[in-house]
């Protein structure tokens, strides 16, 4: 099924796989297309979802795709304080998870070098993002969503805080934060078997500026959670406090959803 939303496409698939692998395809057909025009092509990447990155690794592999001019800025990374990230090496560590699912995965004479492999850093947040505007902004955006609605780790405005407009929301840059509460809760659930305690509780995400000048987005929904936030999201207001919904503002999204999470959108 495809179904509209403004500017929103949003396509649904019978089984997570086929999420991920419609994902990989658009990973795969924006870098041949951007290839053959003889241009780089710049992506904000994720973790989570992550499935869709051994299925592009063989497509890659097994067409020849050279990733030679490509460049990968991963969306965020959990710190254990404001001020340190987490390992590289330890097993929630975003930086391992994108070596093991994508890059120990692609063939050395293929992969994306390694000085276009980027990820925000603490003391940094500025440079990440004149960087990718140096090299003329965001062809293709990629991502999860929150059950909060969180892009990256954009996690909305606490309800005690004070009032935070979409459009400051939708301003916001590169930045440390706080791990939000339901944030935390429903990873501890998805990688930590229900450790939330176990969890970091600071992270570093690319901003929702950044994400919003991208030419392009597209989101995989691949938990049954994701429903309610997205329901809100694609037909209620433009509010900070859904993030994703400001993507309704937004030229050309696309979600792809498992058909059971799209039932009533």
């Known amino acids: 099924m495809v179904k509209k939303f403004g500017n929103t496409t949003l396509t649904t698939f019978p089984t997570e796989s086929d999420v991920y692998l419609d994902m ?15 241009k780089k092509t710049v992506m904000i990447v994720p973790v ?23 460049y990968f800025f991963n969306m965020d990374e959990y710190m254990i304080t404001p001020t340190e990230t987490i390992d590289p090496n330890h097993p929630m560590s975003f930086h391992l998870r994108m070596k093991t699912e994508l890059y120990d995965r692609l063939l050395p004479e293929l992969t994306i070098p390694e000085d276009h492999r980027f990820f925000p850093e603490p003391g940094k947040e500025k440079e990440y993002d004149q960087m990718i505007e140096d090299l003329g902004g965001v062809d293709l955006c990629l991502g999860g969503v929150g059950i909060n609605g969180h892009i990256a780790f954009n996690e909305p405005p606490e309800l005690d805080a004070p009032h935070m407009t979409a459009e400051e929301f939708g301003a916001l840059p590169t ?31 690319v901003g929702m500026k950044p994400i919003l000048a991208s030419r392009k987005v597209y989101l995989a929904l691949n938990r049954e959670w994701q429903h309610g936030v997205v329901r809100r999201a694609l037909n209620g207001p433009v509010t900070a406090y859904i993030p994703i919904s400001l993507l309704q503002n937004h030229p050309d999204v696309r979600i792809a959803s498992m058909e059971s999470i799209a039932v009533g959108l």
């Open 175 to 205: 930045r440390v934060l706080s791990i939000t509460r339901e944030t935390r809760t429903v990873n501890a659930i998805g990688y930590q078997r229900g450790d939330v305690h176990g969890m970091p509780e600071y992270c570093i995400t």
């Open 48 to 70: 989570g979802p992550t499935g869709q990155y051994p299925i592009f690794a063989r497509l890659v592999n097994e067409t020849g795709l050279s990733l030679k001019n490509v």
């Open 24 to 38: 990989a395809l658009a990973m795969y057909e924006e870098i041949k297309k951007n290839n053959e025009l003889g």
